[in-house]
């Protein structure tokens, strides 16, 4: 049933034919999908920008569970982009696109109301959702093919220590759940 979801997201959205490229699905300071860079300094509202990056599609899927190290910070919803969006960056989302996107996609704003307490180097990654039938971050292409994306990762309260676009690791819904406990 849940893969029926993600595979009618996609094809609801079916457009014209175009070269297939997967990309990678990250999380973001902005919209645009450039810096790589959060930063939680003061109490208050903190949008987290989730964008497909260097991308042609229809859809995607994945999760982006609030990392250990956003300390004080409460996730409370994420705001839809596209019109067909089924879950949440939490538990795991499929977005269609409404046609053939290409270039930076932003796909979904994490909305948090964040303390300021987030500790230096937080690196907050983009996992495969719990429900995909290959087990990675999956894209929906223009020609309605899956691909498999990497996860990109984004960095809270970034000093001269930490490294942008580092690819997350694969693995599986299992172990990042014993990250983030249940």
Do not use: R
């Not at 208050?44 to 994945?62: E, K, M």
């Not at 500790?119 to 894209?139: D, I, K, M, S």
């Not at 990762?153 to 693995?171: H, K, R």
Request: glycine share 10%; hydrophobic share 45%.
């Amino acid at each position: 049933m849940k893969k029926v979801v993600f595979l009618t997201v996609a094809l609801v959205f079916a457009a014209s034919m175009a070269f297939a490229q997967a990309g990678s699905v990250g999380i973001f300071g902005d919209a645009a999908g450039t810096d790589c860079n959060v930063a939680d300094v003061a109490p208050g509202l903190l949008n987290i920008y989730a964008v497909h990056v260097n991308t042609v599609a229809i859809a995607s899927q994945f999760a982006a569970p609030t990392p250990a190290c956003m300390v004080g910070a409460t996730w409370l919803s994420d705001t839809a982009v596209w019109p067909v969006t089924v879950g949440n960056s939490q538990t795991g989302v499929a977005v269609g696109y409404g046609s053939c996107q290409a270039g930076n996609v932003h796909v979904l704003t994490l909305n948090y109301f964040a303390s300021g307490t987030t500790l230096p180097c937080c690196y907050f990654p983009v996992v495969p959702h719990p429900f995909a039938e290959t087990g990675q971050v999956e894209v929906v292409d223009c020609t309605d093919a899956l691909l498999t994306a990497s996860g990109g990762t984004g960095i809270i309260n970034s000093d001269s220590s930490c490294l942008c676009n580092v690819p997350t690791e694969e693995t599986t819904w299992g172990k990042v759940k014993t990250l983030y406990g249940e």
